[in-house]
């Protein structure tokens, strides 16, 4: 079996999220059918992050297994001509056949997106407007509220007995010229569902609302427990943007 590693980016405004599901259109299984359509076989496929319905990726990073032997140009190229508009393979090599994209993980990367004036046509499917005024001050007391590591069980959507501990290495705040909008840059090895847009839900609430303080939030953490009162972040600003690996075993020790 020949294995292959996948950079792909896809906007995910019509997708019903990366993981395949046998009623809705998914990004994993768009990648399939393509391939199977154009070479009339199946393969093994595998990403590294499920991302949920309407979460866009850069560098989302995926394994296929295949008994066909191509160039990986090439493949990329076929592939590329069988997609739809929204996804494209930025990136095709081969892999040695050890390699899981879900393993040896060292950083994720992902950006959160807003706007605080209504954004244009072009980029308004890839950040959430903001209408409210926003406390940028507040907002990044707020983020780095969740530096290090945490029991980020408020703050997920997970079932009970799963470990839910994560260590978030890096948050900033940075402006984006391209877009006009503002970026919330997170980093951190694994992140549980949801944990990313309602940390950035409950930041948003801090930075914009009279009647929620940051002690709200230092609270939910502390308990475990999500307050209503803080609100999930839309999925349209979250992108996952790179995933870093480590190269050597002695890296991981």
């Known amino acids: ?31 399939r059918e393509a391939f199977l359509k154009t ?45 739809p508009e929204d996804i494209v393979i930025t990136d095709l090599v081969l892999a040695d056949p050890k390699f899981h994209p879900q393993h040896a993980v060292a950083l994720k990367t992902y950006h959160y997106t807003f706007f605080t004036q209504r954004p244009t046509p072009t980029v308004q499917r890839f950040g959430a407007f903001i209408q409210r005024p926003v406390d940028f001050e507040k907002l990044s007391r707020a983020l780095t509220l969740f530096l290090g590591e945490h029991d980020f069980r408020a703050y997920c959507k997970e079932v009970p007995e ?63 427990k999500m307050a209503k009162v803080l609100p999930t972040a839309p999925a349209k600003g979250l992108c996952l943007m790179q995933i870093d690996y480590y190269q050597k075993m002695e890296d991981l020790i």
Request: hydrophobic content about 45%; proline content about 2%.
């Open 162 to 224: 799963k470990n839910t501990v994560k260590t978030i290495n890096a948050i900033a705040l940075f402006p984006c010229e391209k877009t006009g909008g503002v970026v919330i840059k997170i980093t951190g090895k694994s992140f549980l569902r949801f944990m990313i847009r309602r940390i950035v839900g409950a930041a948003f609430a801090a930075a914009t609302q009279s009647n929620v303080q940051i002690n709200d939030l230092k609270k939910a953490l502390f308990e475990k």
């Open 1 to 31: 079996m020949q294995s292959y590693k996948l950079t792909v980016a896809y906007d995910g405004t019509d997708y019903h999220g990366w993981q395949w599901q046998p009623h809705q259109r998914s990004v994993d299984r768009v990648l």
């Open 39 to 83: 070479f009339n076989r199946t393969c093994m496929l595998v990403g590294a992050s499920r991302t949920d319905a309407g979460v866009h990726a850069a560098g989302q990073v995926v394994r296929i297994k295949t008994d066909l032997v191509i160039e990986p140009q090439k493949l990329r190229w076929i592939l590329n001509n069988a997609l």
